[in-house]
């Protein structure tokens, strides 16, 4: 019996042979789902996550509108980046987990560019 697999899953599949976060450059990981976004930093080396931010963290819940995701996505982003910022990780490498690269999850990457991060 032959499982379903979404084109989002073939498409994080090939860019995860790709990219591989290191000790010097993590992985910056970005899930997108109806009402949330989440990014987490992790270094695949170790399988340690060394920075995490969403929604859903207390820093940002408090300020978001409901009918704007964008806008939160944006507040995500520069969070991640103030975190990692904080913890000496100043350059990743964006996996974008099979999304494609519009809307909150380029709102997301730009606004923690902007903060100070570099990918």
């Given at each position: ?11 994080k599949?090939r ?6 976060g290191?000790?010097?450059r993590p ?40 009918d ?14 103030k975190?990692?910022?904080e ?33």
């Amino acid at each position: 019996m032959a499982h379903k697999i979404t084109g989002r899953q073939r498409r994080k599949f090939r860019i995860r042979n790709r990219i591989s976060g290191t000790t010097e450059r993590p992985r910056l990981s970005v899930f997108r789902s109806a009402r949330h976004i989440y990014a987490q930093v992790v270094d695949d080396v170790t399988g340690a996550t060394l920075a995490a931010a969403s929604t859903l963290s207390g820093d940002v819940k408090g300020t978001l509108s409901e009918d704007d995701k964008t806008d939160a996505a944006k507040k995500v982003g520069a969070l991640i980046a103030k975190i990692c910022l904080e913890k000496k990780v100043e350059k990743v490498v964006f996996d974008r987990n099979g999304f494609l690269y519009h809307g909150r999850v380029r709102a997301l990457a730009e606004a923690a560019r902007a903060a100070g991060l570099q990918f």
